[in-house]
């Protein structure tokens, strides 16, 4: 091969390789980038819990593939932050192509360490994003909150009640153990972690809100997504508990609100007095006692659990006034508001459990829900029964023609003020206005206050929580 046949393929080739880099050149974006938001914002997240995941979408909005050069948290390893980007975890990312008119998700987590505040503070950090030479930002942002944890916390040191100066959060269980008294002081906020419970074993708790400075209890993740959601955790659970009281509390997006399994024999009192209290949102049961626990409840409201609002089974004791015991509960609410029952079929042992109530009151309350019946009894004899159902609104297919109902407006429609807003006053013309028995409020301890704190009528109060 001649020396000027061996230059001219080698200049042929350097020719091709550069029209080549040149062609490659030209097919990517000279642009920049877009992105759905300009700061991914989180809601309050508690110290040391991890937040729900946030997303972006980043965008070329060009015709040609843009090649991303470099993607940086700017933060670095020590960032609350923690992005996926294109499937893979890290702090740097390069040379990423985003082919023309594509868009790509970017997915972000955060985790707080303790911050020793009692008020929230704002943690801020960005991504850059660095694209044809040209930095762009995409700021992050979240509210962090410290917290008192309870972490299968036995409470060996109860003397003092707990704080109120910030939330209090439950992983696994926060016990109050045999002999023990836990008070917990208006104004608490309680944030329970998945399938966590506050257990009261043989001990006694006492809740005291205040109209205004109620006590809280709801799941940890505080994200909006979550205000609704109901099992984030289990609830409040008594077994064989010693006489107990909960005053102006709110119970709401648990399993069940409130279990009592038992009770101490060596007190004849209630095992709980639950007063001006909001239970709600549970994916099962508002109140549920079981197998001889007592309840008395008075100006409470328990409505949309998933099941019954009230339910008793293998016998136990309640009496109610003044209260809403609703269904409207999620999905088809399948299952009436009150459900009473004496008995449990112990299949695993083929043995049926038969137990006695010894006094089953309602006064001056409304049972109503979406249900055609609102309220259903299934016991067997062999043991005490007693019900006295007295002056209440309760929606049901038949009347009842059992002699322990009294002075009942069936099925006459409450006319709540707005049930998909959980607002469970009621409008003039409502069959709960004016129609409650004077003597049954006398029950309630004077004065005679509604869940609102507004004096009751004397001559004529109304049924249920609420006094118009």
């Not at 992050?140 to 409470?155: E, P, R, T």
Request: glycine content about 8%; hydrophobic content about 35%; some cysteine.
């Amino acid at each position: 091969m001649s020396k000027k046949i061996y230059f001219s393929i080698i200049f042929l080739l350097i020719l091709t390789s550069l029209c080549v880099s040149c062609k490659k050149s030209n097919l990517l974006s000279k642009g920049n980038l877009s992105f759905s938001v300009d700061t991914l914002v989180f809601d309050t997240v508690f110290t040391t819990i991890g937040s729900t995941t946030k997303q972006f979408k980043i965008y070329n909005k060009e015709n040609k593939t843009v090649q991303i050069e470099e993607i940086q948290l700017m933060g670095g390893a020590d960032s609350p932050f923690r992005i996926n980007m294109d499937g893979l975890m890290g702090t740097e990312f390069s040379k990423i192509q985003l082919e023309g008119k594509d868009s790509l998700f970017t997915f972000v987590e955060v985790t707080l360490d303790i911050n020793n505040q009692n008020s929230p503070l704002i943690i801020e950090d960005s991504i850059r994003f660095r694209t044809n030479g040209v930095d762009q930002y995409l700021k992050l942002a979240v509210w962090g909150q410290d917290a008192y944890f309870h972490y299968k916390d036995l409470n060996d040191d109860i003397s003092n009640p707990w704080f109120n100066d910030k939330p209090h959060v439950i992983y696994g269980y926060a016990a109050v153990d045999s002999a023990k008294t836990l008070t917990i002081p208006a104004g608490t906020d309680i944030y329970l972690h998945k399938n966590a419970i506050l257990y009261v074993y043989k001990g006694t708790l006492n809740i005291e809100g205040s109209l205004g400075s109620e006590v809280t209890f709801q799941g940890d993740r505080l994200e909006s997504l979550y205000d609704n959601v109901t099992g984030q955790y289990y609830g409040i659970y008594f077994q064989e508990a010693r006489p107990s009281k909960i005053n102006y509390a709110i119970i709401k997006n648990g399993i069940s609100g409130v279990h009592l399994y038992s009770r101490d024999p060596d007190f004849s009192d209630y095992t709980l007095k639950v007063t001006n209290t909001i239970i709600q949102n549970n994916a099962r049961y508002g109140v549920f006692i079981y197998s001889g626990a007592k309840v008395k409840a008075e100006n409470c409201v328990i409505t949309k659990n998933g099941n019954h609002a009230l339910f008793v089974l293998e016998g136990g004791d309640f009496f109610f006034n003044h209260c809403h015991l609703l269904g409207y509960g999620a999905g088809d609410a399948a299952t009436p508001a009150v459900g009473i029952s004496n008995f449990y079929n112990d299949y695993a042992n083929n043995v049926t459990n038969i137990g006695s109530i010894n006094e089953g009151k309602i006064y001056n309350s409304v049972i109503y829900g979406n249900q055609v019946s609102e309220i259903v009894f299934d016991t067997l004899p062999g043991a005490n029964l007693q019900f006295d159902i007295r002056s209440c609104v309760i929606k049901r297919e038949t009347p009842a023609t059992e002699n322990y109902y009294t002075s009942i407006l069936w099925n006459s429609n409450p006319l709540f003020t707005n049930i998909a807003e959980n607002d469970f006053t009621f409008q003039l013309g409502s069959s709960l206005n004016n129609t409650a028995n004077p003597a049954l409020t006398a029950l309630l301890p004077p004065p005679f206050y509604d869940i609102k704190g507004i004096l009751r009528n004397a001559a004529t109060p109304d049924i249920g929580a609420y006094e118009n």
